[in-house]
């Protein structure tokens, strides 16, 4: 089954209050700045949203919150990877439940080393026990993260055996040749690309368009490449989406798209992150705001 969803997501950072909980109003309020700006859709809780340092109960009660907000759940793809089934089908089916257009679910990760077989009963297990004909499921590639990837031959065998509802994958290994190879060994499968430097390759190759931090404060550009993709500008547009990225990387980058929203925003609250991830200081901000204005980043 082709992928159902195409386009620009942002991975949107979450933000915390005083105490280190989840401030639902300030996500709420980012999820409407970034669907204005040009994204096509959303992900909660990926890599970039610091999913793992938030308990279950806080991620159930934050898609609530947002989706309450007035942000479509047809436009959000949710983060569901837990390292427990019971905790991945039980977010899982609540995402299906509110009605969001996807999950993005990682495999099991804290054991590491495991066969392609054990995978692909970990995925069965939660598509089995959720049971919803209109689960769309993304498999999420980050193995220099997670430790655990997922290969050509898992793929394979878990669209073989539930084609309808594994749909597609968010590969963000950066790797430009495994990227490539992705897109030729499953044409029409719906490939995302987790990083916006592979978005021409990504479109040229056939897939589906690309699921990216930097799309949290530079998702203007990172569509006007998306749309422009068989223009004759396409790889002068590559080519500026490429500087600011790489600007971006000059910081931890959770902590510095957090430190440019706050400075856009003018609230310093924004800045805050869960341990383990620290902030930045005022100087290591004022660098990153100075290397994205000479890559020529313009603020949404």
Known sequence: MASPLQGVFAPVVTPVDAGLAPDPERLGALCHALLADGCHGLVLFGTTSEANSFAL?????????????????????????????????????????????????????????????GLHAAYAEVIERVGAARLRLYLYHIPQVSGVGITFPLIQSLVAAYPEQVVGIKDSTGDADHHASLLAAFP??????????????????????????????NARAIRRLYDGSKSAEADALQAKVDAVRQALQGAPLVAGLKAVIAHQRGDHDWRRVRPPLVALDDGARDALLAALDAAGYQAP
């Open 57 to 117: 109960d806080e991620r159930m009660a934050l898609l609530e919150a947002v989706v309450a907000a007035g942000v479509p759940a047809d436009k959000l793809i949710v983060g569901t990877g837990l390292c427990a089934i019971p905790e991945t089908t039980r977010l899982t089916r609540h995402a299906v439940d509110l009605g969001c257009a996807g999950t993005l679910v990682l495999p099991p990760f804290y054991y590491k080393g495991q066969s392609d077989a």
């Open 188 to 217: 029409g499968f719906g490939v995302f690309t987790g990083t916006e430097t592979l978005l021409l390759a990504n479109q040229r190759g056939g897939g589906v368009g690309t699921i990216t931090a930097g799309a949290n404060v």
